[in-house]
């Protein structure tokens, strides 16, 4: 459906609205960048789309090293988009509309602490196949700092637990990552004791399968992660990429470099996982403010 959108909106810049090929390509290329983040960190669709989610974006933007240039066209392409579809009559607003580059403010990506982790991977309880599975992804998750898109396309000939890595082949690259013992036992009980009793065919290859024995969605695995924030009595919002950016911090905090971390994220740019130092120098301003006597 996005990617359809995004054709018809190509084809009516170049046909209608006569503009260059470098604004189409800019223009389309802002919105399938929004589209990405959208289905990667808000679990949503373009057509669903909500003015708090352009502005999340455009704040995503400027902690990621993009300009206030770039977040301004960006607003420009993604509120002719909106306006196309709304001509369409295939969304009832523009999301975008009162959206104002002005009101952006840099905001860096929600950290939970050592101790949030330690309480948040506690939650499911392996008394049954759910818990067993539950525990299992979640470790997982935490220990490689993988996204979610990467987690559930996971297949069993992804893992070489007897070495402790993962591989995981994603936008066209693939890279190794290692796991720590935690994860490689909570890994191993779920695929030799709870897999063969889920999956419905003999024949699957997803590591990580549904109730239903069929590889786990996106949305079955975003339900998952807010019952156990709700069930860990947890304020801050927690989605799949809040424990990838505390992989990274924490491995950040504990002495990893960045080229490391760079290559098990797997960045194709530095500057996206430099902003993770940023991080760590906020928290340590944070604790010299709270703890200096004469600050």
């Known amino acids: 459906m996005a990617t359809d959108d995004i054709g018809r909106y190509g084809a009516y810049l170049a046909e209608e609205k ?51 240039s770039s977040a301004t066209r960006f607003l420009a392409s993604i509120k002719s988009f909106y306006n ?28 939970l602490t050592n101790k949030e982790v330690e309480l948040f991977l506690e939650q499911p309880q392996c008394v049954d196949a759910k818990g067993f599975r539950d525990h299992a992804m979640l470790e997982l998750l935490y220990a490689t700092g993988i996204r979610v898109s990467e987690l559930i396309s996971l297949d069993l000939g992804d893992l070489n637990l007897a070495a402790g890595f993962i591989r995981c082949a994603s936008r066209g690259k693939e890279r190794i990552i290692p796991l720590y013992h935690g994860a490689v036992k909570a890994i191993q009980d779920y695929v ?15 590591l990580f399968v549904n109730m239903n024995g069929e590889r786990m969605s996106r949305q079955g695995f975003w339900k998952i992660i807010k019952h156990y924030q709700e069930k860990a009595g947890i304020e801050k919002d927690i989605t799949p990429h809040t424990l990838r950016h505390s992989f990274a911090v924490h491995l950040l905090e504990n002495g990893a470099d960045l080229r490391s971390i760079q290559e098990m994220l797997g960045h194709a740019d530095i500057s996206s996982t430099q902003i993770y130092t940023h991080v760590v120098k906020r928290q340590l301003k944070d604790v010299y403010q709270k703890a200096h006597p004469r600050a």
């Open 18 to 68: 006569h503009a260059s090929q470098n604004t189409i390509s800019s223009y389309l290329r802002d919105v399938t960048q929004f589209s990405e983040y959208l289905q990667h960190d808000q679990d949503c669709t373009l057509r669903g789309a909500t003015d708090e989610m352009v502005r999340s974006y455009m704040n995503w933007m400027l902690v990621h090293g993009k300009s206030a």
């Open 84 to 111: 196309f579809l709304l001509a369409q009559g295939e969304v009832q607003a523009n999301p975008a509309k009162g959206v104002t580059a002005a009101k952006v403010e840099r905001k860096y990506p929600e950290i």
């Open 192 to 206: 030799k004791n709870i897999r063969p009793q889920l999956i419905a065919d003999s024949g699957e290859e997803a």
